[in-house]
């Protein structure tokens, strides 16, 4: 069975050296949401879902030190985004296309989506952006690809943990450790098609 989550990735660094992953799902079988992966300077990596559900389903597919339900809210005015998430706030705000969404272009959705094709092309996806990947296993014995079809950098962030200032915008480095690969090193917000191919 093929699960399909159509949204967007924003991947960023901060000066305090957490490194923060959000995923924003309108479209996904388990309907609209959005989630907030956390790796802290020390390697603690923390996972802030909006349900149960979705938690289960999340913690079951990438790696976690810690797991917390709370309600997990974005919204977009322009080109600034807005993230509240229990403990994490963040706004940020997009730029242009990146010299990685232009190459992106070249391959149509359709194909730029396809579990084959990704598979194919994972080779050169990590040579091309290190730390990344389009193919790989997931947990529980699922296999995930990633169909990433633009990308936009990541300007400028503010960005929280319980009130604190997690400092300015930093590159995504070293890469995080949730699942069998990273976000870009330079700070990018991805649409993507994610599909998740179950066991069976």
Known sequence: MNLRFDGRIAGFGTASGVRVVVGMWPRSPLGGFADVMLERSDGH????????E????VSATYEFDEVRVVPVRY???GRAISVDAGPFAARFTVG????????????PRRLATQPAWLRLIDPVARILVPGARTAGSAGGGRREYYGVTSARS???ITATWDGDDLGAIARLHPPVRFGFGSAPAAPHIVEVVTTIVERG
């Open 54 to 57: 979705v938690a289960r389903f």
């Open 45 to 52: 990596r923390i996972l802030l879902a909006p349900s149960d």
């Open 96 to 107: 242009g296309i990146s010299p990685l969404g232009r190459l992106l272009r070249i391959v």
């Open 75 to 77: 919204s977009r005015s």
């Open 154 to 156: 990541v300007t400028a």
